[in-house]
Structure formats: C-alpha cells, structure tokens
C-alpha cells in the first residue's frame, strides 16, 4: 500500500474471526487449517510436523520469526506475485514508464509480450500443491471448495481466482496425504526476512527401501507455484540415488522458468532449482 | 477521515485517545503517547525497529492499525526499565557495545524481551534465529550475541535457582 501498488478505498482488520483461526485434525479426513491462523503456529504445530513435516518446513522459512507472528497461511496462499519492475516505489514505477501488472502496458522483463511474468513467491504453496491441499473461499452466493492448484491462473497480473468480493476461509489437507517425509528449500540472498528466489518442496513415501509415491513442486521461478509433472512416474518402485535425483533435478529445471523478475540471474536461479531439487530428493530418502 | 475514540493500553496504563481509524499503532505510540522509543526504519515490515510487544508477542507496530489493538496489552521499550531502573538486557547491550547509533536497538529489545521471556536459557541457535528478526546496519550481531548470554547469566546469578 505504501508503494501504491494498492489503492483500496476501505481496509478490514479480520485477525479477529476466531472461527478462521486453528488447526483442526479430522480422524480419517486430514486436517482443516483456517485462513488465519498464523504461520508461526503452523510452524509450531505437534501435530503438523508428525504428519506434514514439509509444511511446517516451510512455514518456518517465511520472513522472520517476528513476520510470522503477524503473518497468516491464508495471507501466504494469496501473496502478491511479485517482480523487480513492480515492487516499486510510486516514483520509480513512474519513471520507467510503468509495467503491465499496474497502470502501464508494456512487460520489462519481457518486452513485446503483453503477459505479465511477476513471479510467485510464497514458501507455503508448494508445499501444499505436494499435499493435494484444497482451498474454500467464500463469498455472496456461498462457500466453493477447489484443488489449490486450481486456484492459481501462471498469469502474473490475475495470478489467483478470487473475485474481489470473495475472502479465502480455510485449507483442507487430506488423511491420504499425510505421513510424507517432506523437505523444503529455499534460495535467499539473506537467511531472514527475504522472499525465495527458487524453492523446492518434495514430498516421498518409501515401501521396503523402495519410493512408492512421490511429488515435487516449485515456487518463485513460474507465476505460479507448479507441481512439476512426470515425477511420480520417474520415481516410482524405484530405490533413490545420485543418478536418479540428478534426472528429477534436470525435470525440475525444465519446468522452471525464471526471468528477470528477481535479484540473481534466471540461469543460477534455474540451476539451484536443480540443486535443491536433487539435494532434496537425497534428503527426503536419507534414514 | 472522523477521528473515533479507543482504548490502548500501553505499558500498563490504559490511554483514552481520539484517532483516525486508519492510524498505524506505531504513529500512536509515537505521535499520540509520545513512546518516541518505537522507531520507523524500513517503512515496509522488513527490518524490525519498530518491533512492539502485542499480548507479549512481538509484531511490527508500522504495519498494523491502532484501533484493532483495543483490548490488547501493548509492550514498548520504554516499559521494558524495571522499577525506573536498566533491565539486565538492557545493561548488557551497553556493556558489551551491543548499540552502536542505537536506532535499532528498542525493536531488537522487544524481540530480545520476548525470547527471554518464553525460553529462560535460549541455544545460541534459538538466540541467533530470534535476532534474525530485525536488522542492525552499524554492530554487527556479536556484540548483541554476547550482551545477550551476559544478561542471562546476569539473571541466572539474580535468581540463585533452587
């Protein structure tokens, strides 16, 4: 709002609906997270580390540990995309000539394109699309349920489906999707406070030594946060080492697309996405 | 916009002030009680100085409105002296150059306050992951480090444990 970035005519405090805030376990069904419930009780949640490690893992990497007092899943789901052309002040915005995510036409990151590529930032989405989260939004006509992944577009200027009169009241995790060894990592030129430049979120189960399921997503490399396809597949029945991490990495780097969006270059970004992606897996699969 | 009266509570007092409710808590406390220790740094809650305890939880006092804080028990560094004297953590930020121009140091006091207060003998982990929080550009974080353990085993000596 200070960069003018958000002009709204009314602001809301809703940190008081208690019913929107807690972390409620359903024997059989998963477990329901309300829109406002902080990260910092996410990241402290007995019951989330037991059975979703990889979303307290990245929880626990947002901001600062102050930031995440304040700072809510619901709040992370919906973050801004974010790009070195648009998180500006009114000024400087003004004297590029603007940039087509708000009050200007034309994309500095991609010039002659007329589709925004502000990137994805949250820690906490990838995390969610490897356990098959569900959203519920709210809104005139009543309460819709859809998969998180269907929530966001990849487009950087309408990034997520949320009408302006609609508020995103809770996250659904199901039972099936619980008990995954999970790992997140996250590149930063700080280790506080700053957003992901690349992030890796994987999720593994193991059946006698052998990986039975598995899933992998990215943040802040696409408009969106993308579970990368074909990974299940790569995985499955097989038993994890150097040469089969390093295969996924390469996927994973395929599916990123970074741009000039954010500090460090979009090639490093790509190839720690590839790092991480590898490391993670070796992680994931270690005893 | 109409100013509307509310009830803070700063520092164990309880203020009754008339304020526009789009008023940030941080322009309050330093604008309307004159708690001008409070400070304004990075303007986008980033770098922590304006750091204040809310119901004992440290929050950033420029990104959130003074009049949801109604009801709410607001810590400021100048509640943090005990009886008009220091508090150890205090001392110790000066005995160990923990400050240097000093314009962090009531955020960092608050964050510092709060992990002391929920974890009395903190790993240099958990210290070093609690100072994550608020930025300092002139000392560096040793020093805090250091003053930090110091204040500890101050306390520790205070309160001989049984």
């Known amino acids: 709002m200070r960069q003018k970035l958000f002009e709204p005519e009314y602001v809301l405090d809703v940190r008081c609906i208690a019913g929107l805030n807690g972390i409620r376990p359903q024997t059989g069904i998963g477990v329901e997270i309300g829109a406002l419930t902080t990260l910092n009780s996410i990241e402290r949640s007995d019951f989330l580390r037991k059975h979703y490690p990889v979303l307290t893992e990245a929880a626990a990497t947002v901001a600062s540990p102050v930031l995440r007092n304040m700072g809510t899943i619901g709040g992370n789901i919906c973050l801004d995309t974010r790009c070195l052309w648009y998180n500006q002040s009114l000024t400087w915005r003004k004297a590029c000539g603007y940039c087509i995510k708000k009050d200007g036409d034309l994309c500095h990151v991609a010039p002659g394109g007329t589709k925004c590529w502000a990137a994805f930032s949250g820690d906490t989405p990838p995390a969610l699309l490897c356990l098959d989260a569900e959203v519920e939004i709210a809104g005139p006509s009543g309460t819709r349920r859809l998969p998180l992944h269907e929530f966001y577009t990849g487009i950087g200027d309408n990034y997520r489906k949320l009408e302006p009169n609609e508020l995103l009241t809770r996250v659904f995790l199901p039972a099936s999707s619980a008990d995954y060894r999970g790992i997140y990592r996250k590149l930063r030129v700080r280790g506080s406070i700053d957003y992901p430049l690349a992030g890796v979120a994987v999720v593994l189960k193991r059946f006698d030594g052998h990986v039975s399921d598995a899933r992998l997503a990215l943040t802040a490399v696409n408009p969106a946060p993308v579970l990368v396809k074909g990974v299940t597949q790569l995985l499955n029945g097989k038993i994890m080492d150097e040469v089969l991490a390093e295969a996924v990495g390469e996927l994973a780097a395929k599916t990123a697309k970074p741009l000039t969006t954010s500090a460090l270059t979009p090639e490093y970004r790509r190839e720690m996405i590839r790092v991480f992606t590898k490391r993670a897996l070796l992680a994931a699969a270690s005893n | ?162």
């Not at chain 2, 309050?28 to 304006?50: E, P």
């Not at chain 2, 009049?67 to 110790?92: N, P, W």
Request: charged fraction near 20%; hydrophobic fraction near 35%.
């Open chain 2, 1 to 162: 916009m109409k100013k509307e009266l509310i009830e803070l509570k700063v520092n164990g007092r309880s203020h009754e002030l008339a304020i526009e409710p789009s008023k940030l808590l941080l322009d309050t406390l330093r604008q309307d009680l004159q708690l001008t220790g409070s400070k304004r740094g990075c303007d986008d809650s980033s770098c922590g100085a304006c750091t204040v305890l809310v119901d004992g939880t440290p929050m950033l006092s420029c990104t959130m409105l003074a009049a949801s804080c109604e009801g709410q028990e607001i810590t400021t560094v100048e509640g943090v002296s005990e009886h008009g004297s220091l508090a150890a953590i205090q001392k110790a930020y000066g005995d160990w150059g923990g400050a240097q121009c000093g314009y962090c140091t009531p955020g960092f006091m608050m964050t510092v306050k709060h992990l002391l207060a929920v974890n009395a003998n903190p790993t240099e982990e958990e210290v070093r992951s609690a100072l994550s929080s608020n930025l300092c550009r002139c000392t560096g974080y040793s020093q805090m480090y250091q003053a930090i353990k110091a204040a500890i085993e101050a306390e520790q000596k205070a309160v001989p444990s049984t």
